[in-house]
């Protein structure tokens, strides 16, 4: 079983990444140009953090495992981040899908 400090360190990297990618959209959106760049980066983002069962259980584990000050802080982050990069896929998808 991993520490919890393991859970925290995964969700804790994948903030500031989800951010970027997030960032990544809204300028490549704002600039109406999606350049090779970029989306390597947006694509190395989704490679790294595409395996759903991990996360799952990170989450899971996190969970049980740490503080309620520290879950609270972390999950309104993440929601706040994954919600961002939802919404701004959705509204232009057909730009960032060409």
Not at 19 to 29: D, F, G, K, P, T
Not at 44 to 67: R, V
Not at 87 to 95: M, V
């Amino acid at each position: 079983m991993q520490a919890p400090n393991e859970h925290i360190s995964l969700l804790t990297d994948l903030l500031p990444r989800y951010r970027s990618v997030n960032i990544l959209y809204q300028e490549a959106i704002d600039k109406s140009v999606l350049n090779f760049d970029t989306q390597c980066s947006i694509t190395d983002f989704y490679n790294e953090f595409n395996d759903i069962q991990a996360f799952e259980k990170a989450i899971l584990n996190f969970l049980l495992l740490a503080d309620k000050e520290k879950q609270e802080q972390i999950a309104v982050h993440l929601r706040t981040e994954i919600g961002k990069n939802t919404e701004i896929y959705a509204a232009n998808k057909d730009f960032l899908t060409v």
